[in-house]
C-alpha cells in the first residue's frame, strides 16, 4: 500500500519522548525537558514585529523560488561583516534546513547512489537521500579522536561506484563538536580528487562557546563546498521553517528549478521576519543568549560529571552534551525510560544518533532554564541513588 522506502525510515525518537513528555505535563506532571533541540526563548521581538509588519503589508504573496532578494542581501552582508565574502546570487533560501537538504538530495542524487553520514549524527540525514531512493553509509566517531571524522575513515569507506558526497556538521549535533579548519580543508580536498561533493552543515554556526575561537566558515576553505544553515538555532525561529543554503554559481539555475516545483517558495512572512534577524538589536539579544546557553552547558557539565558521567569531548557548540551513561549499568535506552517514567526527566538515548556504541551515550540539550537544569540534576541523583549508584 505505501512506498517500500518507508520501511527504511524509522521513528524519529526525540519526538516520540517529547509527545510522552507533553502527555505527562497534561496529566499534571513537571518534566525537565533535555531531549529537545529547540531554544527555550522565544522568538526575539524585533523579528516577531517583522513578521507581523509583512502580514500588515499585505507582503503575503508567492515570492520567487529562491526567496527575496532583500534576505539574501542580508545574509550576504552578514558573512560580509565577519569578513568573508558571498555572493549574494550564491544563496538560496529553503524552508528550513531540512527543506534544504531535500532540495540538495534531489540535486546531487540519483537512484542507487550512496551519501557518507557521519555516526553519531542528526538521525534524519539518512532519509533525504532516501526519497530519492538513494542509500547512506554510516562512518563512525570515536571519541577518542574527538568524534573528528579522518580522512582516511572517507577513503576507506568510499565506493567509487557507487558512493557520491559526504554530509558533515560543524558545530555538530549530538556531541558539539567542531570541525577544525585543517580537517575540513583536508575533507574537501581528498573529496574532489573522488569526484564527489561536500555538505558542511553549519545549522549551529552562531552558537560556538570558545573564547578563543576566530569565526571561520566552510565557504572559505573551498567555494563549491554546499554549505547549509538555519534560522532555528542561533537566531531562534524554529517554527518560522526559515534557512538558506549557499552554493556553487553552476547550482543556482537547477535547484532553482527544483525549488519551483517542490516548494514554490520559502514560507513569505518568515522571509520577512528573517531580515530582521540581522538587525543591530536582533543580535545584541542573539549574543545575550549564546551566553546563557554557556552558563547553562557549565552547569549541566559540572552536574553531570559530579554524578559519574563520562563527557568524551566537552561542547564547543550547538546546545547539547553527548554523555556516557555506561557507568549505571543500563543502556541509554533503559537509563532514558527510567527516567521519563519514574523521575519525568527527558532525555535522548544515544540511538537516536546512530548505532556505533549509541546505546552507552545519552544527548542532553541544555535549551532549559537554570533552575529546570538544577531540578533534572537533583532528580537523575534520586534515579541513581535509588539503584545504589551514587
Known amino acids: 500500500m505505501f512506498a517500500d522506502r518507508l520501511k527504511n525510515i524509522k521513528p524519529f525518537r526525540v519526538m516520540e519522548i517529547n509527545e510522552l513528555a507533553v502527555q505527562m505535563e497534561n496529566q499534571g506532571h513537571k518534566v525537565v525537558h533535555f531531549e529537545v533541540g529547540e531554544p ?68 546531487l542524487l540519483n537512484p542507487g547512489d550512496e551519501i557518507l553520514v557521519t555516526d553519531p549524527g542528526y538521525p534524519a540525514n539518512e532519509v533525504f537521500g532516501a526519497l530519492v531512493n538513494a542509500s547512506h553509509r554510516r562512518l563512525a566517531l570515536n571519541p577518542k579522536s574527538d568524534f573528528q571524522l579522518s580522512m582516511s575513515a572517507v577513503i576507506s569507506e568510499w565506493d567509487r561506484e557507487i558512493t557520491r558526497g559526504l554530509l558533515i556538521s560543524s558545530p555538530s549535533n549530538p556531541t558539539g563538536a567542531m570541525l577544525e579548519r585543517e580537517t575540513l580543508s583536508g575533507l574537501a580536498r581528498e573529496i574532489k580528487k573522488l569526484d564527489g561533493f561536500l555538505i558542511l552543515d553549519e545549522v549551529y554556526q552562531g552558537l560556538i562557546y570558545k573564547d578563543d575561537c576566530e569565526y571561520w566558515t566552510g565557504i572559505e576553505i573551498d567555494p563549491d563546498i554546499y554549505l547549509l544553515n538555519s534560522f532555528s538555532k542561533y537566531f531562534g525561529m524554529t517554527g518560522w521553517r526559515i534557512g538558506w543554503m549557499v552554493v556553487p554559481a553552476s547550482a543556482v539555475e537547477p535547484l532553482s528549478r527544483l525549488a519551483q516545483n517542490l516548494f514554490i517558495c520559502p514560507p513569505t512572512i518568515s522571509q520577512y521576519a528573517a531580515i530582521a534577524a540581522f538587525e543591530t538589536e536582533s543580535l545584541k ?9 554557556a ?28 554523555a556516557d551513561v555506561s557507568f549505571s549499568g543500563m543502556t541509554s535506552t533503559e537509563f532514558c525510560g527510567l527516567m521519563i517514567e519514574k523521575y519525568h526527566v527527558a532525555i535522548t538515548p544515544g540511538t537516536d544518533f546512530g548505532t556505533y556504541d549509541a546505546d552507552r551515550y545519552v544527548r542532553f540539550s541544555y535549551t532549559t532554564s537554570v533552575s529546570d537544569i538544577k531540578r533534572g540534576l537533583n532528580q537523575i541523583e534520586k534515579a541513581l541513588l535509588a539503584r545504589g549508584i551514587f
Open 295 to 322: 552558563k547553562r552547558r557549565d552547569l549541566l557539565a559540572e552536574g553531570l560529571t559530579r554524578l559519574g558521567f563520562t563527557i568524551p569531548v566537552y561542547p564547543d557548540g550547538a546546545f547539547y552534551i553527548y
Open 285 to 293: 539579544i542573539h549574543e545575550e543568549r549564546r551566553a546563557q546557553f
Open 40 to 107: 527555550d526563548f522565544p522568538t526575539a521581538q524585533t523579528i516577531a514585529e517583522a513578521g507581523k509588519r509583512a502580514i500588515d503589508l499585505g507582503w503575503t504573496k508567492y515570492t520567487a523560488a529562491l526567496g527575496i532578494p532583500e534576505l539574501r542581501e542580508k545574509i550576504s552582508g552578514y558573512y560580509g561583516s565577519k569578513g568573508v565574502h558571498v555572493a549574494t546570487d550564491r544563496i538560496v533560501i529553503t524552508t528550513g534546513a531540512s527543506g534544504g537538504l531535500t532540495l540538495l538530495s534531489a540535486l
